[in-house]
């Protein structure tokens, strides 16, 4: 299989999507690429550059080795797969099917099974990173499921991402995934009471930030928010209700799992309130909305 | 003044000070570079480096325009100021003193308030980094107080730090140092969580630290930490119970200002476990001890 | 149906039910009580004491005017409706159902569904109030579905407990019921601090307990658990790890209504942390342990 | 000394002074009654009851054997001791001198060294109950400091409380009180989130007080408190500030003592968030307003 160039499938061509699957067909490594999106048309700009097109989830997967998807949200992963035409009916004895779409581990194991009771193989893939990391092939792989068809997956990952790391059994990617957006959200909240306290004691915004610039917690996320949240102005790059949700989520992980999290918890309760102000859908940042004018 | 060299003294040589007086000496900015110690033995290296020596800081500062001071604690500035032979026994009109030791708000404007009525001008100057940055002259330093003596002090400032700021009236620095510190403490324990997760759901904890250094939350802190954590090993850079001082004097000072810190107040509770498993004199980074033990 | 005497059923005769079903036959109110239990042995009793005895809860539905179920959790309560011979094989059109275990609202829900698709009317009925209560009568019952139901019940209710309350629909009840318990594992949480901070302070528990029952916060909760904690012995009343789940879930509640819940989020922590110390089958008092431990 | 009669001496006719003044006089146990307050007419009802008056602290002391005050903060307390005439001007051997107002621990311990010191004794006795329990002679007395001037005082503190209790060394009372306020003010926010989830969850808050009033948390303080948050009207009997300040001395004595409060962190976060909205001087149950507006 080293030898042969295989034949690869991309389902999903949303902002994220249409860039892998480009980033596939221009490698030159591959066979083929084909497409398909639930609204077909969106199939022609790849097309036109020379990628296949194929009417059905099922059409891809039956025409290729290895079939990579990256779709919306859980009911359009589960759609995909289960659905009409889905993939599973065109799994068979040896095809891989790699879900790079961001779901949670009970989504992504029932697909993992129904893929390998198929006689398929299966990866879950999420990435880190979102559209300008995804155009330049920049995009961070957390990879779990069939070690196997994730290692025949490198030279695919290679392309679509700068660094992929396997992680387990199918289920571990989504875990590490919510690991590190409950840092992240914890980090943000802790963020922000920095900005509101350095406001309320009569310092600089502007200078808190250069300072945390040039010190051992410099960051790029306190370096692109800081400026969005002395402006007040949050345009969702992160929905702040998606980031509420993966804090609710890993809380719940971490109290299966008997792990305190008192500092997860505490910024849990800002994001809500945070959501509480109508804030859901602007950007996580905005949880400094909630920090601040209480 | 901008045509001739100052003399400049220097009080506390330990290990950043020592730097930092070298840096001063090694520049050839100033007329001279005189130096004090309480233990004055201390001094020779520096006097065989070119350097003047006095007895006092009375001395130091009647013979010197500017006078700095890197002391090891509050009682060693207060008593460098107002013991016998200290800095007001030598200091008059339009001397200047900059005391760039770390020392809370209320120290740091004692000591203002005394060198301004005995005439002296003062700025407070604590700094951002540790012994490789001062002897590399590579500090970040936070001015407040006589702005005038501030600009003053650029081209020392600039020979001892890469950068320098000036926030405001005398406290003001010591309030962004609260700032700075107690989103450093709610990043650790954030941090820690999110190992600790990882541990207790089966990931690797080497996974998550390449992860999140390949990401947007990316910094030095975490990529230095990363490691200690996970060898349990913790010697003290910055002791957990000086990180847990800090976090209670910006609780104190977000208190005074109705300025509510949920996520800083729950991290604050992570350390005092931490402290109460007698990780006090540890790294900071020994809150994981409490977070995990739980 | 105010002249007549009524048939009721009860289902589940473990502490709570059987106590329940001997006040419903003693009050000599209702023109028959028919019981049944998973063990049917465990009926005999009541049957020496004048009930009958059914052997499939379908059998007690379709002999009695209105069926009360007091079941051991979600799990047994959806099989007595939904299994082989379940409550849904005897239930016809006017039949009600009361179920008075203690369930989520989504169970609940789907049992009220059931029941009122078949024909039938559907109240639940969980209770405050454990052992001692249900066979004094005293029990608290908290009632939600069919209000015309709920008020044909006030008699058997009142021979049950000492107050009734309607609270709305179908799983309103169950809703208040998290709340009730929120507030009590918060409670709980304050109580174990101030204990633990009584003790570290050279203070004694005792003199605490005293000065707390003498006050406006003196509660049976704090006089029965008080001597408990300071024995360190917690035979289980409420198993910590149902309180710990009901946080959860009351969390959880408040995360789909952005309600901000700190309080109790801090709490839920505590309580995970003595799970993770082995204390989950513990009384839910035993949270003192991680408090005090740390 | 159990045979003559004493003569006892008061300090502070506020309104809980006054109430406990004139319970020492009516009970007919002591030779006189000498009082003294700030402002003198307001001496005149009890001397027209049959009190004496005296023009100082220090002329009160004087011609008392013990003398017991009631001021109204730490700084009436100081002065009414080291001020001009205070009651160190009139202190010899032997005297005793019982501070019931409420102070913390370092005002306490500085009165008592004072008194001590020119040959006094020294008991300080805050009280738990406001002006209800005072007129009633039904105070709780938190005493500590002289075990043998607590035991002289025991029939006027059975005079002025129900119940009186021992704790210790001087600051013993103080710790004590901060304790149960800690408690008191984690309670208090566990209780407004319970009712802030019952409204959004539409469940009615009467049902809740009613449900919670009938069971084993039921105690005075949510009977009295529910409904002043049902109609959001805050008449200040505790007012928020002294509650949040509270919570801050006890969060700060378990900083010294290693013990950690998460629960009592939190509550304390929601009192400052109350605080920031404006509701400092309202009664303490106005953190609902912080809880329900987020």
Redesign the interface.
């Known amino acids: 299989m080293a030898d042969a160039k295989l034949n690869v499938g991309f389902l999903g061509l949303g902002i994220m999507g249409e860039a892998m699957a480009r980033n596939l067909l221009k490698s030159g490594l591959f066979a083929s690429v084909t497409v398909w999106n639930r609204t077909l048309a969106k199939c022609q700009t790849l097309v036109s550059e020379g990628a296949k097109m194929a009417e059905t989830p099922a059409a891809v997967v039956s025409s290729c080795d290895i079939t990579f998807a990256m779709l919306a949200d859980p009911d359009a992963a589960l759609a995909a797969v289960f659905g009409d035409n889905g993939v599973l009916k065109g799994i068979s004895a040896g095809k891989g099917y790699v879900d790079m779409s961001t779901v949670d581990e009970a989504t992504s194991t029932k697909i993992g099974e129904a893929v390998t009771a198929a006689g398929g193989r299966f990866v879950e893939g999420p990435v880190?990173?979102s559209k300008k990391p995804a155009i330049d092939g920049q995009l961070?792989i957390?990879g779990a499921g069939d070690k196997e068809l994730y290692e025949q997956c490198q030279p695919a990952f290679r392309v679509m991402g700068?660094?992929s790391?396997y992680?387990?059994a199918t289920g571990?990617a989504a875990?590490?995934k919510l690991?590190?957006n409950?840092?992240?959200g914890?980090?943000m909240?802790?963020?922000c009471?920095?900005m509101?306290?350095?406001e309320?004691?009569?310092?600089?915004q502007t200078?808190?930030l250069?300072?945390?610039g040039?010190?051992?917690?410099?960051?790029?996320?306190f370096a692109?928010k800081g400026p969005a949240i002395m402006s007040r102005s949050y345009p969702p790059a992160f929905p702040l209700k998606h980031q509420?949700k993966d804090l609710?989520l890993?809380l719940?992980?971490?109290?299966s799992?008997?792990?305190?999290?008192?500092?997860?918890?505490?910024?849990?309760?800002?994001f809500?309130?945070a959501?509480?102000?109508g804030r859901g859908d602007d950007d996580f940042a905005a949880v400094y909305e909630?920090?601040q004018q209480?």
């Open positions: 880190s990173g961070i957390m700068k660094k790391f992680l387990g571990a875990r590490m690991v590190v409950m840092v992240m914890s980090m909240g802790a963020f009471e920095g509101a306290l350095a309320k004691s009569g310092l600089e200078a808190l250069e300072i945390l040039l010190g051992a917690m410099a960051n790029p996320m692109l509420q609710r890993a719940a992980l971490g109290d799992l008997n792990q305190p999290l008192p500092v997860a918890a505490a910024a849990n309760e800002s809500k309130a959501k509480a102000l909630a920090t209480k």
